[in-house]
């Protein structure tokens, strides 16, 4: 993916840790230029100065997508620093839910989830439409979950949430398709980072004993189908889920 994502500007939402963290590194890696949004300041402005010290070109830019307005301005900042778009993935995301049945869900805890998970979604995917047609080559990457296709109880608003992720990108890939604007979707796995480290180690035993590859999910696992699907080799990929959990879940 190095010669297909040279020079690739992309953004990243919450890219300051976790799977986010994984993917600005791996696009950074890769040639391509990147910028990523997050709450979580201090570790995002770490990132950006240990790969620009390594002479990769990566941006921090603030984001809450609680706030319309942090999200427009992420993403103007991100095409005044970039100098354009050519791709984004939607990767920032809450929990909250978790180890709560469904009648023990507060309504503040369901909204909070679905105002970062999926109308944050929406807002930066047409906040930054314009930038992508104007590319020619825009592509959006948004990261689901295997959990909204397996049913994981114990964890409905962000189960819930996922599973709008994935019609959604469906939707949208039919309305951007128009503008020469790819859309599709990841549906990772429970992948081994800081962010799940709250999952019950019952949940990490029943995803190795239910994968076909039996061994963790890394976030490297990931890495390369988000890569590909920013690609031009991908060009004609739009609308589609494609899990990437070892065989977890089988599409």
């Known amino acids: 993916m190095r010669d297909a994502l040279e020079g690739r500007r992309v953004l990243v939402t919450g890219g300051a840790r976790g799977l986010g963290a994984a993917f600005v590194t791996a696009l950074a890696e890769s ?7 997050d709450v979580l300041e201090t570790e995002g402005r770490a990132l950006a100065k240990s ?11 603030p984001l809450d997508l609680t706030d319309p307005a942090s999200v427009d301005a992420c993403i103007a900042m991100s095409v005044e620093k970039l100098g354009g778009l050519d791709g ?19 309504t503040a805890t369901w909204d909070a989830v679905m105002n970062v998970n999926v109308r944050g979604t929406w807002l930066a995917s047409t ?5 992508l047609r104007d590319s020619k080559r825009g592509a959006i990457v948004n990261i689901a979950s295997d959990t909204a296709m397996w049913g994981a109880p114990k964890l409905l608003a962000y189960v819930a949430s996922k599973g709008a992720v994935i019609a959604m990108t469906r939707s949208l890939a039919r309305e951007f398709g128009a503008h020469g604007v790819t859309v599709n979707a990841i549906a990772p796995g429970l992948t081994e980072v800081e962010a799940t480290a709250y999952v019950p180690a019952e ?7 239910g994968r076909a590859l039996t061994r963790a999910q890394v976030p490297d ?3 390369g189908p ?22 977890f879940v089988m599409n």
């Open 88 to 106: 984004l993935i939607n990767n920032a995301a809450i929990t909250n839910s978790g180890g709560k049945s469904a009648d023990e869900l507060s």
């Open 226 to 247: 988000v890569l590909f699907l920013l690609s031009d080799a991908a060009r004609f990929v739009t609308g589609q889920l494609l899990p990437v959990n070892g065989g």
């Open 127 to 131: 906040a930054a439409l314009p930038h």
């Open 31 to 37: 040639g391509a230029h990147v910028a990523f949004g």
């Open 203 to 209: 949940r990490h035993e029943y995803y190795l004993k």
């Open 51 to 61: 790969l620009s010290e390594a002479g990769r070109v990566a941006h921090f830019v």
């Open 221 to 223: 696992d990931v890495n």
